[in-house]
């Protein structure tokens, strides 16, 4: 059974940072994809960035690129999100979600997913 579990958001003031973190477990990734989404109130769910777990390809959304920095740790089964330059439109909850095969941006193309964790932030 695979499992997701991330952590690390809170609340900073704009031009901050934070890191946050998606450990996983339950089965061998090497064929899987972990993608962070995020979702605001009253909004969908956006895709923010990828990373292929072996290999270590990385994607970015248009909101990512150049302030956020996807990676992971193969050792500790965890991937991780640095975000700079954060800005109060990042205010969302993070999800990391997990899948076989190819990076999807869609939300719906994901079976599993973590419990999200809050990202706040202040002007």
């Known amino acids: 059974q695979v499992q997701l579990v991330e952590s690390g958001g809170g609340l900073v003031q704009a031009g901050g940072s934070l890191r946050l973190s998606c450990a996983a477990s339950?089965?061998?990734?090497?064929?899987?994809?972990i993608t962070w989404f995020r979702q605001a109130p009253g909004k969908e769910r956006d895709f923010v960035a990828a990373i292929r777990w072996i290999g270590g390809n990385t994607y970015y959304g248009d909101s990512a690129k150049g302030r956020f920095t996807i990676s992971r740790d193969s050792a500790k089964n965890t991937v991780y999100l640095q975000m700079n330059s954060l800005k109060v439109d990042d205010t969302a909850v993070y999800y990391c979600?997990?899948?076989?095969?190819?990076?999807?941006?869609?939300?719906?193309?994901?079976?599993?997913w973590g419990q999200g964790t809050q990202v706040t932030v202040s002007s």
């Open positions: 979600a997990a899948r076989s095969g190819e990076v999807l941006t869609r939300s719906a193309g994901y079976v599993y």
């Open positions: 339950g089965r061998t990734f090497n064929s899987y994809v």
